[in-house]
């Protein structure tokens, strides 16, 4: 039987460490603030707000919200950015999407400054990671992957990695925070040619495919450590990952579940995030 990693665990841990945080920076004249800028009213983007709101207050982190409507304009919400660009008293901004199909994402993404897009969205927060220099913060999703690995002792130095996927979001920001952690790291992806016989050799596999139990016994070998980051819904209604856990779980050595993995810690790299973005406002001030 694998060990699970539980997201509770880390999440718990991190937890302690940025309330520690908070009320250094408190003390010293500094309540770490979280924007929160959604646009309508979808039900996944409500979710997502309130579960980041009840991080945010059980770690002493101050939020404000930005609702402006679904048929907000262009002009408007640039305009939106661009204030919370130039208030000092917020830190960090997660500006929810998708947005609007009239609304030209890439453009909004890069109106917002990178020392405060605590989400990981802007080139300049991808150039930080792909460069290993702190400009901007990596995307939530893969820095929890390392958080999990971290906590529970996995340290990727000298060991062979594989990521399932190759998207800005998870799979190519976690390969290159995986490297300079000085593993060795090979990128899968939907060309990749007998994809099971590259995923078999890792020692460490992240599962970013993007589809409901894609990943099977033929994928992995024993000892493995696999972090599934997918989220998915099957017919029964019932969120399962990337990787088919029934299949996978009694091959491996350590796996995350789906419920209560990797999505579990996403909120809390979140709200490490803003405490990191306030640490750095206060030292340039």
């Known amino acids: 039987m694998a060990q699970l990693l539980k997201g509770a665990e880390v999440v718990s841990a991190l937890n302690e460490t940025i309330q520690s945080d908070v009320a250094s920076l ?18 996944d983007d409500l979710a997502y707000e309130r579960g980041a709101m009840k991080r945010a207050e059980t770690v002493g982190i101050a ?26 008293t917020i830190h960090g901004c997660l500006m929810l999407r998708p947005l609007p199909k009239h609304i030209d994402d890439q453009c909004a993404r890069e109106a917002l400054l990178p020392e405060k897009d605590v989400d990981g969205i802007t080139d300049g927060s991808l150039a930080g990671v792909f460069t290993g220099t702190k400009r901007g913060f990596p995307p939530c999703t893969a820095q929890a992957c390392m958080e999990i690995l971290s906590y529970y002792g996995i340290d990727p130095v000298g ?16 390969a290159m925070m995986l490297l300079q952690k000085h593993a060795t790291v090979t990128i899968c992806h939907t060309r ?77 790299v979140l709200m490490a995030h803003v405490v990191e973005a306030a640490k750095r406002s206060l030292e340039r001030s």
């Open 26 to 43: 408190v003390s010293r004249g500094t309540t770490p603030t979280l924007a929160i800028l959604r646009v309508g009213e979808k039900p």
């Open 63 to 88: 939020v404000r919200q930005i609702v402006l409507p679904e048929t907000v304009s262009q002009e408007a919400l640039l305009a939106e950015i661009a204030k919370i660009n130039a208030d000092a």
């Open 159 to 174: 060991k062979s990695a594989v990521v399932i996927g190759r998207s800005l979001v998870i799979g190519k920001p976690v």
């Open 192 to 268: 990749t040619v007998d994809m099971p016989s590259v995923t078999k050799r890792a020692e460490i596999l992240i599962v970013a495919a993007g589809r409901a139990g894609v990943v099977g016994a033929e994928y992995v070998s024993a000892g493995q450590t696999v972090l599934d980051v997918g989220i998915n819904f099957n017919a029964e209604g019932k969120m399962v990952g990337d990787a088919d856990f029934a299949a996978v779980e009694p091959i491996v050595g350590a796996i995350t579940p789906v419920p209560g993995g990797v999505g579990t810690v996403t909120t809390s």
